[in-house]
């Protein structure tokens, strides 16, 4: 069992910069790829990265490639995404996922969520 909990999000400029953190709980989170989600009011849920279990593959959707960063330390328990170059269309609830499979697939786990707004 894992559980996940997200911070980091708020209101931002347009060209801005956020950092979401996701603190894991569970003694298996060095073992599990994470991921991020978003999710805007009307719209399916989006991918929007991943990390393998030990940090060396990352993985991204289009619209965020060259912007967004996702890192993670394992020794802290937590993964990070490092949003840059913010635009309105980022407005979202991010959520953070585990375990991600084949890159961009939802795992099981997910976080309560923590809303970002981007605004022009």
């Known amino acids: 069992q894992v559980q996940l909990v997200e911070s980091g999000g708020g209101l931002v400029q347009a060209g801005g910069s956020l950092r979401l953190s996701c603190a894991a709980s569970?003694?298996?989170?060095?073992?599990?790829?994470m991921g991020w989600f978003r999710q805007a009011p009307g719209k399916e849920r989006e991918f929007v990265a991943a990390?393998?279990?030990?940090?060396?593959?990352?993985y991204y959707g289009d619209s965020v490639k060259g912007r967004f960063t996702i890192s993670r330390d394992n020794a802290k328990a937590t993964v990070y995404l490092q949003m840059n170059s913010l635009k309105p269309e980022d407005t979202a609830v991010y959520y953070c996922?585990?375990?991600?499979?084949?890159?961009?697939?939802?795992?099981?786990?997910w976080g309560q969520g923590t809303q970002v707004t981007v605004s022009s």
């Open positions: 996922n585990a375990p991600v499979r084949a890159g961009v697939n939802p795992g099981d786990y």
């Open positions: 990390i393998s279990w030990g940090g060396r593959n990352t």
């Open positions: 569970g003694r298996t989170f060095s073992t599990y790829a």
